[in-house]
């Protein structure tokens, strides 16, 4: 079988992409990214030499490139991650996720199609969502698979659109189609400007932490490589036209995860007690911030079997330790334009 991954040079991909390659030699896995300011080739360097991987430069909004690839591969499947990814970005430069994360998707379902025909005997293609879909929840209550949809940034808009693209071409042409809509992840890898990993790289420059609005909004987080493997129990063994709901059963107000990061921190770099904490900084909410995300995946663990492997403490401490041994790292991905953005001026509440 020969497997189409986008994005796999960004965070989420690389892990799913590491996981395929490894784990099942028998597949030809053909890795498509742009190489945007947040796919790096550094994210998935150990495994450039394997013989069941290639890389592919190139655009997925791009109809004649994409065309070209098919016509060279012929992809029996396709697991598609590449998009913009950052809600931040997406509030001052939305059009690039309009191309990217709607026209891209378009242009892989027309192509795929058209590769196949009618004959979609054994092949699939897999579309890799965000939970942002659904909207934004009150106190209670939890995203299901049957929830409406009800978007509010420009990112969480152009993957619903994106989702809505794929089922329809799954509808019209019987394409076979699967979709998970994943909550928050964390882990190695991940871009520097996210949560997570941009308040690490602050507390060991001793920057300020700039906490958006009161700190009370609510994000469940998932560990990277659970993700992967949710996806890959769900490519391997979900039922065509589904969508499933992925993860970690691990809400976390924001400033209650920032506390845990700092005394993490601050124990793992031998420092004072509370000195990460001084570094917080409340600032202006993010325009249209979401409150709270919170996911039922029940669907998943009872019909597929899968459970997340980790704990979010362990998981959280391990991603740490990856961040403070892998400084070169982040030094190279950030070594573009990301100095620019992450020198951003934020105003105090
Ligand atoms: P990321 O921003 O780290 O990586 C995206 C990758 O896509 C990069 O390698 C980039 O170079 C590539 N890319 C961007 N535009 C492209 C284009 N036009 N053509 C080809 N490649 C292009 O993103 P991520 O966090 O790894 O997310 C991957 C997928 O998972 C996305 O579809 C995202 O919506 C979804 N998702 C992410 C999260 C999360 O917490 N990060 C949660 C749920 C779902
Ligand atoms: P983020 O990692 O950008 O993911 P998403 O917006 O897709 O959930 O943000 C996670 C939460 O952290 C979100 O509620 C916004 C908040 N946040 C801050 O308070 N400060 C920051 O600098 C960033 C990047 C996020």
């Known amino acids: 079988m020969k497997i189409l991954v986008t994005g796999g040079a960004g965070f989420i991909g690389s892990h799913v992409i590491r996981r395929f390659v490894n784990l099942y030699p028998n597949y030809q896995i053909f890795n498509l990214d742009k190489l945007t300011y947040a796919g790096n080739l550094e994210n998935i360097k150990d495994i450039e030499n394997v013989s069941n991987y290639t890389f592919l430069k190139g655009d997925i909004s791009d ?119 994943c909550s928050n992840n964390y882990g190695a890898n991940q871009f520097p400007e996210k949560l997570i990993p941009l308040f690490i790289h602050n507390i060991v420059q001793q920057k300020p932490l700039p906490v958006y609005g009161k700190g009370i909004n609510v994000r469940d987080w998932l560990w990277v490589e659970d993700h992967a493997a949710a996806i890959d129990a769900i490519f391997h063994k979900g039922t065509l036209g589904e969508t499933y709901n992925i993860g970690g059963d691990n809400e976390w107000k924001n400033i209650d995860l920032i506390h845990l990061l700092c005394e993490l921190m601050d124990e793992k770099l031998k420092r004072e007690k509370g000195n990460s904490k001084n570094l917080i900084t409340y600032v202006t909410d993010r325009a249209g911030h979401d409150m709270r995300y919170a996911i039922d995946a029940s669907k998943l663990k009872n019909e597929l079997g899968w459970t997340p492997s980790v704990t979010f403490e362990e998981g959280l401490s391990n991603t740490i330790d990856w961040y403070l041994n892998n400084q070169e790292w982040l030094e190279s991905v950030t070594s573009g334009n990301y100095k620019e953005y992450y020198n951003k001026q934020y105003t105090k509440r």
Do not use: C
């Open 63 to 181: 109809l004649e490139f994409i065309r070209s690839i098919f016509k060279t591969y012929k992809f029996d499947a396709v697991i598609h991650l590449a998009a913009e990814s950052h809600v931040d970005r997406s509030i001052t430069d939305p059009l690039a996720f309009v191309t990217t994360n709607m026209v891209g998707t378009a242009v892989l379902l027309q192509v795929f199609k058209e590769t196949w025909k009618d004959n979609f005997n054994g092949k699939l293609f897999y579309h890799v969502s965000t939970d942002e879909v659904y909207g934004s929840l009150g106190d209670t209550g939890y995203f299901l698979e049957t929830t409406p949809y009800d978007p509010k940034s420009p990112y969480s808009s152009s993957k619903a659109g994106s989702d809505h693209l794929v089922r329809a071409w799954g509808h019209t042409y019987k394409m076979p189609i699967k979709i998970s809509n």
